[in-house]
């Protein structure tokens, strides 16, 4: 079986140090996004008990009075 030439230049072009920095780099990154995302859960929960206590918007208020219950994923609507 033949290797084509794109796999050869692959192979001697190779330069490991190279290789591990994209990594390192590519792993810099995915830890960038796993602390955004961490963040924006941890805001999310806070504003989420917040809302739990607070009083209802009055878009959210209208809601409850045309249709007689909260809105799926309002606070509210798991208390019921």
Known sequence: MR???FLIDEIQNYNPAEALQRQM???QKQDEINKLQQDFDKTYEEEYEKARYAKPSEEVMAY???YGHWPKG???AEDS
């Open 64 to 66: 409850y009075n045309v």
């Open 25 to 27: 780099k590519k792993q």
């Open 3 to 5: 290797m084509s030439n």
């Open 74 to 76: 309002h606070p509210l």
